[in-house]
């Protein structure tokens, strides 16, 4: 209903869209596997599990070695040692990094190993970005711990530096 000036009266009482919403899928199906947004639970998971790839990577590397005998070998690492580490590496830092995506995804770690290529493995990551977009989430950290190191890091006053103003 439109009165004299053009001021429509139906526009009020209509449902404004969230621009957000609109532009955001809140899940997607991409071959066969449905990437959705991610609940804070699961994103903790991740971090941990990301946290304790070192640990995971050191074991896979030298097995049964505490930290002590680790550093003791390390010392002594000739080229045959460094490319002996080398070789493990190669091979479980893309093993590990596909348990954390399979984790992250709710994706069974075989559909990705023996089903989806590296291309689809991708597209599903850009797709799993699209749904879960973190840029605002990082910005507003970086922000928050951007002022909160600055504050942290100025030294307070000394009680002569003080007298002297």
């Not at 053009?6 to 990437?35: H, M, R, W």
């Not at 023996?114 to 493995?121: A, G, I, Q, V």
Request: glycine content about 4%; hydrophobic content about 40%.
């Amino acid at each position: 209903m439109k009165m004299k000036d053009g001021f429509n009266i139906t526009s009020i009482f209509q449902k404004k869209t969230d621009k957000l919403a609109v532009s955001v899928p809140l899940e997607k199906d991409l071959y066969g596997v449905k990437i959705r947004k991610l609940p804070n639970g699961a994103y903790i998971k991740a971090l941990q599990t990301v946290q304790n790839l070192p640990a995971i990577l050191m074991e896979k590397c030298f097995p049964g070695m505490d930290i002590d005998d680790i550093l003791n070998q390390l010392k002594q690492l000739d080229k045959d040692g460094i490319l002996a580490i080398a070789g493990h590496l190669m091979t479980v830092i893309p093993e590990e990094f596909f348990k954390i995506v399979s984790e992250l995804l709710s994706i069974p770690y075989e559909k990705l190993m023996d089903d989806l290529t590296p291309t689809e493995t991708i597209e599903i990551l850009e797709a799993f970005w699209e749904v879960n977009d973190m840029s605002p989430f990082f910005e507003k950290l970086k922000k928050i711990f951007g002022n909160w190191t600055q504050k942290v890091s100025t030294p307070p006053p000394t009680a002569r530096s003080s007298v002297m103003r």
